[in-house]
């Protein structure tokens, strides 16, 4: 069964520091989501692509984090500098269109910035 | 804002009984989507169930179910004959039609004991 990969699943860095996250969606899934969910909260959206193009990025701290999906396939997901307060997991999704299709999420990167 | 609000932070069940997990929205629309989401510990979230605001019937899926009661704006997700398996976070969401978001509630953790 196709699945959404991220990685790493586990990244640990310095406050100040530069951080990436991957994420390579299911196959032929046009929309691509990245999603925070700080522990004992619900996901928040950050960024959501449709093929390369950005939908919605009003959630995304544009001074420190940035996104892209240059060939709209997979994704890159960046923080620099990092911040205590963005330890969280950083989750991506994908659905086949943005029409209310179901989401399948990925297994997450859980961030912790020392 | 649009909230969902899932006021039950925790709860618990024995094995094969019942439970029934709480959710109220928000929104202004009269169409839109409401689904339930499960993430086991260290696994990824995945959908248990959807239901479009526009149809009468309440969905089931096997011994999931919800009860929508759209004028109250209240979407509670009924797990039958709970199993081990069960134990997991579960967050209700809203999605508007088209490519909205989807809005999460805070989530709550369900214990199932044998």
């Known amino acids: 069964e196709a699945e959404v990969a991220q990685s790493p699943r586990y990244k640990i860095t310095e406050k100040s520091q530069a951080v990436a996250f991957w994420c390579d969606p299911i196959s032929g899934h046009a929309t691509l989501y990245w999603y925070r969910q700080i522990l004992g909260q619900g996901p928040e959206l950050l960024v959501q692509?449709?093929?390369?193009?950005?939908?919605?990025d009003s959630q995304l701290p544009k001074d420190r984090f940035s996104a892209e999906r240059l060939k709209g396939v997979d994704s890159t997901l960046k923080i620099q500098p990092a911040e205590l307060g963005d330890s969280a997991m950083y989750l991506c999704?994908?659905?086949?269109?943005?029409?209310?299709?179901?989401?399948?999420f990925g297994p997450g990167t859980r961030l912790t910035v020392t | 804002a649009q909230t969902v609000t899932q006021s039950q932070p925790e709860m618990s069940v024995q094995e094969a009984e019942t439970v029934t997990l709480s959710c109220t929205y928000d929104?202004?629309?009269?169409?839109?989507?409401l689904f339930w989401y499960k993430q086991p510990p260290s696994r990824q979230m995945i959908l248990v169930i959807r239901?479009?605001?526009?149809?009468?019937q309440n969905a089931t899926e096997n011994r999931f179910s919800v009860n929508f009661q759209k004028a109250a704006k209240s979407f509670s997700l009924k797990i039958s004959d709970s199993q081990l398996g069960d134990a997991a976070m579960y967050f209700c969401?809203?999605?508007?039609?088209?490519?909205?978001?989807?809005?999460f509630g805070k989530g709550m953790k369900l214990t199932v004991n044998p």
């Open positions: 929104t202004s629309e009269s169409d839109y989507y």
């Open positions: 692509f449709q093929d390369e193009s950005v939908v919605d």
């Open positions: 999704a994908s659905s086949l269109t943005d029409s209310n299709y179901e989401q399948y």
């Open positions: 239901q479009e605001a526009y149809k009468q």
């Open positions: 969401a809203r999605q508007g039609i088209g490519s909205e978001k989807l809005v």
